[in-house]
Nanobody
């Protein structure tokens, strides 16, 4: 049974940093790939960062150079380090997983979702 549990969200001032964590269970990192989506009020889900097989990680243009996705296999945990946060980064952030071989940009590829964690950036 696949489980993804996010933590680390909160309220931060613009320019600050947060690190989100995703505790992963029920998957083997080689068979599944993790991505981070976010959803702001009134907007659709947006893929912000994702691991890709044998390629560098994907980052949305809006977060390039500020966010970093990383994994600790020993702890079965994936992180999203968010620096230089902006008010427009305010959203619920979701840790998601897709099966190896599926298209990383398609929301429909991500079969498993965590419950989400709120990130609020004040100006």
């Amino acid at each position: 049974q696949v489980q993804l549990v996010e933590s680390g969200g909160g309220l931060v001032q613009a320019g600050g940093s947060l690190r989100l964590s995703c505790a992963v269970s029920g998957v083997t990192f080689g068979n599944y790939h993790i991505g981070w989506f976010r959803q702001a009020p009134g907007k659709e889900h947006e893929l912000v960062a994702a691991f890709r097989w044998s390629e560098s990680s994907f980052y949305a243009d809006s977060v390039m150079g500020r966010f970093t996705i990383a994994e600790d296999n020993a702890k079965n945990t994936v992180y999203l380090q968010m620096n230089s946060l902006k008010p427009e980064d305010t959203a619920v952030y979701y840790c998601t997983a897709r099966v190896h071989g599926s298209y990383y940009r398609a929301r429909s590829s991500y079969n498993y979702w965590g419950q989400g964690t709120q990130v609020t950036v004040s100006s």
